[in-house]
């Protein structure tokens, strides 16, 4: 089915922040980054700052992605983003909850946040992927996103 963008009610983004801080939380820890308690304190403080989808944060726009009438996840864009580029998108978080993955539904999803940049002025989209993630990598590589930089870490 095709999907297609809403944006996200005040009530619908309040009750998302919780899953939003977690879901970052596990990706910092996953990644190694640093340990539960510390990822979840910058997850929360990050996510608090950016105040995505309020009216009063100018370019925090918040999607939710919709199968028909039914929403099936989540697409934080930011345009342009506070620092860096001011012609390239930033997605800062795109995810397709777990019982509709596998249909195609994460292509779409970063089709449509190409399309709403380019409808509001942008020439580029960038994003940040963890290396654990490789479905996502593969899924961006696909999509001709190119790696722009690259960290590493040696545990000791």
């Known amino acids: ?6 944006a996200a009610t005040e009530e619908e983004i309040d009750d ?13 820890v996953d990644a190694g980054e640093l340990p539960l308690d510390l990822a ?6 990050d996510v608090l700052k950016a105040r995505p989808g309020r009216p009063d944060t100018r370019g925090q726009l ?11 996840g ?11 580029d001011p012609h390239m998108a930033w997605v800062n978080y795109i995810t397709v909850d777990k019982a509709f993955r596998g249909r195609g539904y994460g292509r ?6 190409e399309q709403e940049a380019r409808v509001r002025g942008m020439t580029a989209v960038g994003l940040n992927v ?8 593969s899924l961006y590589g696909k999509l001709d996103y190119q790696l722009m930089a690259q960290q ?3 545990t000791l």
């Open 1 to 6: 089915m095709e999907l297609s963008l809403r």
């Open 16 to 28: 998302w922040l919780p899953r939003l801080i977690a879901d970052y939380t596990e990706e910092i």
């Open 40 to 45: 979840r304190s910058k997850a929360r403080v």
């Open 62 to 72: 918040v999607f939710r992605l919709l199968s028909g009438d039914r929403p099936v």
């Open 74 to 84: 989540w697409l934080w864009l930011v345009i342009p983003p506070p620092s860096g």
């Open 108 to 113: 779409q999803a970063m089709l449509l946040a």
């Open 130 to 137: 963890r290396a654990h993630n490789t479905a996502a990598r």
């Open 152 to 154: 590493m870490k040696k």
